[in-house]
């Protein structure tokens, strides 16, 4: 079966640095995704992995381990427009473009 | 420019009725996407078209029906509508079935609620 874990829920508070992990327990494996889905609105992409390691991007990274099916989303600088769902998904099949998502973790950021 | 355009954004039915969600993308991408996301914000993946070929088909029921006149659109019909249909959904695109390293562009969506 395919199953993707994260927390349900955390709060974090503005100017600091917050990570959110995401376990997976997939078929197979061929890329997984970090989606930012702030309330009412769609799932925009923020990150890509799928070598093991952290990609950096601005205030955003994501880091792999692909033998633990293990990746976190670290969020630094943080700022009350970061308050939003975060989705990690999961590619598991290289031959098909299916994309496994999590239930998402939401992130409140307080004052 | 919207990239990947649903109408509508809101639609309140009642049960038994048969209504069809709109999508188009202006991207050229040559796959789009099916997304169902419940009331716990889960995602998950419906059905999907690569150049009007169906490739995934999940486990949904067959009141469901996408159709796809061309690469550039993609509806969803649904028959008998229930309670249970009720959900957020949302259309998706992106270029090819092996190189996904920019994911999906999800339109706005649509809030479909079955009274």
């Known amino acids: 079966g395919q199953n993707i874990d994260q927390p349900t829920e955390m709060t974090a508070t503005e100017g600091a640095i917050v990570q959110i992990n995401c376990t997976y327990q997939?078929?197979?494996?061929?890329?997984l995704f970090w989606y930012q889905q702030h309330a009412g609105e769609a799932p925009t992409f923020l990150s890509y992995?799928?070598?093991?390691g952290l990609e950096e991007k601005g205030r955003f990274s994501s880091f792999l381990s692909r033998s633990k099916g293990y990746s976190y989303l670290l969020l630094k600088e943080l700022q009350m427009k970061d308050s939003a769902s975060y989705l990690c998904?999961?590619?598991?099949?290289?031959?098909?473009?299916?994309?496994?998502f999590g239930s998402g973790t939401r992130l409140s950021i307080r004052p | 420019d919207t990239a990947v355009s649903q109408t509508p954004k809101y639609l309140v039915t009642q049960m038994g009725n048969d209504k069809s969600i709109k999508c188009e993308q202006n991207?050229?991408?040559?796959?789009m996407y099916w997304y169902k996301q419940d009331s716990k914000k889960f995602l998950k993946i419906m059905f999907s078209?690569?150049?009007?070929?169906?490739?995934i088909n999940e486990t949904v029921p067959n009141r469901f029906s996408p159709k796809s006149p061309d690469k550039a659109h993609l509806n969803l019909h649904i028959n008998s509508l229930e309670l249970g249909d009720s959900a957020v959904y949302f259309c998706?695109?992106?270029?090819?079935?092996?190189?996904?390293?920019?994911?999906?562009?999800f339109g706005s969506g649509t809030r479909l609620t079955v009274v």
């Open positions: 998706a695109s992106s270029q090819g079935r092996g190189q996904l390293s920019y994911g999906y562009t």
């Open positions: 997939t078929s197979g494996f061929n890329g």
């Open positions: 992995n799928v070598l093991d």
């Open positions: 998904a999961v590619r598991a099949d290289s031959s098909a473009s299916k994309i496994i």
């Open positions: 991207l050229g991408h040559d796959t």
């Open positions: 078209y690569n150049n009007k070929e169906l490739i």
